[in-house]
């Protein structure tokens, strides 16, 4: 039966915002409500979805919420550790009990790291968090500047050295040893309080940092030949160990926790805490930015450490985070979806780990759609960021076919050819698998025209249909707008969802019309004029209506770069407003 194609709009809207999508970060997830709508597009109750990029599995939770089976693959042990931790399917009363039961074990085996005096009655209380800072020194004068306790109430950094005012410059001035500069408890009132470190606290962070338990703390190594090595600057600020991002006190807290998690009898119960354990982890780190105002969250797709951050109490963290993951399976398991349960169940979601270029555990035309993302080229690098969280799963992502552009080091070499060979493997291994007339989905983004034409030919090349069955555009909701008027990589805040068809067998042969060089000039003039307000929401927006029209009239798309849209907006009299990231219209 042919798909019903009316029913897929034209931009599909899916801020990330929901409660599945919110439980466990990993890289550019797709949300759940994004996906759906094409899978109850092109296939039948118990189809067999794949995705065979599948990061976090958000495919695979569509399929399942829409009562498909699906067989999910990627190469990243992360990435399967989060999807079957999602899939696991619990008693709530169960799992509450267990990390309850966890969470007190694990404090027992503390003792009193956590532990501070509160200042209003001396009582001895738990800590909930510590702020801490970098300090810096004057390469003047020679003293110490406790970052902190210089920056303005809207976090702008020092301008001069308090001692001897000469010019701060965080690049160059040396880093000093981070100090507590505040810790914070729940007061006798039960609110909030922030007060001083204390000596009680110094001692229990000297003690922490002493204690035995250090060494067994899981760590992996971030080697040099890692990109987000030198794009992190790691090697400056001796953060080459994973365990190096949690202080000490977190380091035996997460320890003690993760013990205790693994000690839990029952599989899908211990599968779950092992999921909401792994989902603490950027913000049990240093990776946690503190603001004057509120919390900044971590940057996932970088290790950076910011000169304020918090050490927030562990237990706090997994409490909470036991709380999403019930909300998640109320979203995912909930009765709204239960009646289509009779189709497939979480059992019938199978994740493998297996390159793309590779589906050796899918036969032949056995397979009714793909939904897939695959890596956007060179802005991301999973199985590097990855280490952060596999320190703890005991297995590491084998990184020799990631689809990744490398732009440093040894890896950089052929580098890009190498991520067009694995593309166009991936694309024929999807064409291997699907039957015939069926759908493959690809969610892509890149403000680069060459990579966009790579993606392009390898689709045409691996033998689906040169005309796309349908064009969307997925909008996450504003990212960054930081940049936008330089056109450089990385900005594009949409991305575009290119379905393409398996022609049947009769077809094979009419599938011949090749894609055409075209007046690129002419083709973004003509999308520019043809702007409503709705379509100009920013320049990306602009540059997805751009390669929508082009791949239409199948022309090739290696000369339409997200830069060249930018000078043509500006010549069209269009300013981008600084705040919002959005054209101002003429
Ligand atoms: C854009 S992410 C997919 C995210 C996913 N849509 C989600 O919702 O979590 C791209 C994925 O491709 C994976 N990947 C990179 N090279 C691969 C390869 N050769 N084979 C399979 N997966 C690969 C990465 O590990 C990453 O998980």
């Known amino acids: 039966m042919a798909p019903n194609l009316e029913s897929l709009p034209e931009t599909i809207a899916a801020p990330r915002t929901d409660a599945i999508y919110n439980c466990h970060a990993y890289l550019t997830k797709v949300p759940v409500a994004a996906i759906r709508p094409f899978i109850e597009t092109f296939t039948a109750p118990s189809d067999t979805v794949v995705d065979f990029f599948a990061g976090s599995g958000m495919t695979g939770l569509a399929a399942l919420s829409a009562g498909r089976r699906a067989v999910l693959s990627d190469i990243s042990v992360l990435g399967q550790h989060i999807a079957t931790g999602y899939l696991a399917e619990v008693s709530p009363m169960a799992l509450r009990d267990a990390a309850d039961a966890a969470m007190k074990k694990a404090r027992a085996a503390l003792g009193e790291l956590y532990k501070t005096k509160r200042a209003s009655d001396d009582a001895v209380a738990e800590l909930t968090r ?7 020194i004057c390469p003047a004068c020679t003293k110490e500047m406790v970052y902190y306790e210089h920056i303005s109430l809207s976090d702008t950094p020092p301008k001069a050295c308090p001692s001897c005012s000469g010019p701060f410059a965080r690049r160059t001035w040396k880093r000093g040893e981070d100090v507590p500069v505040e810790v914070v408890v729940t007061g006798e009132d039960g609110k909030l309080t922030p007060q001083p470190v204390c000596d009680f606290d110094r001692r229990m962070i000297a003690a922490a940092a002493k204690d035995r338990r250090q060494k067994d703390v899981p760590s992996l190594a971030i080697t040099d030949d890692r990109e987000m090595y030198s794009r992190s600057g790691l090697a400056k600020a001796g953060m080459t160990e994973t365990a190096r991002f949690f202080s000490p006190r977190n380091a035996i807290a997460l320890l003690e926790l993760w013990k205790a998690v693994n000690s839990t009898a029952d599989e899908n119960v211990r599968r779950k805490l092992r999921f909401a354990f792994t989902a603490i982890l950027p913000r049990a780190s240093r990776r946690y930015q503190w603001s004057a105002q509120r919390p900044l969250n971590a940057q996932n797709q970088t290790y950076y450490i910011a000169p304020v951050y918090y050490e927030w109490n562990v237990f706090e963290l997994f409490d909470r985070k036991v709380d999403a993951a019930l909300r998640a399976d109320a ?15 979480a059992k019938d979601v199978s994740y493998e780990l297996a390159s793309a270029d590779r589906l050796s555990h899918l036969g032949d035309a056995s397979v009714d759609y793909a939904f897939t993302d695959p890596p956007f080229g060179s802005n991301i690098f999973y199985s590097d960021m990855s280490l952060f969280h596999e320190a703890w799963l005991g297995r590491t992502t084998d990184c020799t076919s990631e689809a990744v552009i490398h732009t440093t080091g040894k890896r950089k070499i052929g580098t890009e050819l190498r991520y067009e060979k694995l593309l166009r493997g991936a694309f024929a291994e999807a064409f291997r698998v699907l039957k015939p007339g069926r759908y493959m989905s690809v969610v892509f983004s890149n403000s680069s025209g060459r990579i966009w034409g790579l993606v392009q030919r390898a689709l045409r090349d691996a033998g689906f249909k040169a005309a796309p069955a349908h064009v969307a555009i997925l909008d996450k909701g504003q990212r960054s707008v930081k940049g936008l ?8 805040t949409v991305d575009l969802i290119l379905t393409v068809q398996k022609p049947t067998q009769s077809e094979m042969a009419a599938n011949a019309r090749p894609a055409v060089n075209g007046d690129t000039l002419a083709l973004i003039r003509e999308v520019i004029a043809d702007l409503s307000v709705e379509k100009a929401r920013n320049p990306s927006y602009v540059y997805a209506h751009v390669l929508t029209k082009a791949i239409q009239k199948h022309l090739l798309l290696d000369d339409l770069h997200l830069g060249d849209v930018l000078v043509a907006l500006r010549k069209a009299g269009y300013s981008i407003d600084r705040k919002s990231g959005c054209l101002a219209i003429p």
Not at 130 to 136: A, D, E, G, K
Not at 331 to 345: I, N, V
Not at 485 to 492: D, I, L, P, R, T
């Open 331 to 345: 979203e995912l398991f909930g009765s709204r979806w239960r009646p289509l349960f009779s189709h497939a169940g």
């Open 130 to 136: 510590t702020v801490w800072s970098f300090t810096y």
């Open 485 to 492: 008027n330089s056109g450089s990589e990385g900005v594009v």
